[in-house]
């Protein structure tokens, strides 16, 4: 699946939030108002993961050419990966919700 196909919005099966496509080039995988994301890769854009569990943000990390980062760790099976923030001027990521996350308050 290309990544243009990947990059469609969602309903946040956290929080309910309706979250849009990005419109940056990019493609979202995690909710801009929570931050939480869903298990659903085990390597980027392959959809083959079997578990489908709801990842809960543990941190903001800066990642070289990435940049400032949200790992996310699943509720289900623990797996972790660190995702992008989305910088998209449509519905970019709650500037609140990661300063709650890099205050330990997330």
Known sequence: ???????QGFTCENCGAVVAPLTNG?????????????HVDDVPGDRAAGCRGLMR???IDHR????????????????????RLADDPGQGDDIEAITALMSGRG
Not at 1 to 7: F, G, I, K, T, W
Not at 29 to 35: Q, S
Not at 68 to 83: I, K, S, T
């Open 1 to 7: 699946m290309s990544r243009a196909a990947q990059n």
């Open 26 to 38: 990019g493609y979202r995988n995690h909710c801009p108002a929570c931050l939480w994301s869903k």
């Open 57 to 59: 943000p543990q941190r």
């Open 64 to 83: 070289g050419r990435k940049g400032l980062v949200v790992v996310h760790r699943c509720v289900v099976c623990g797996f972790v990966r660190p995702n």
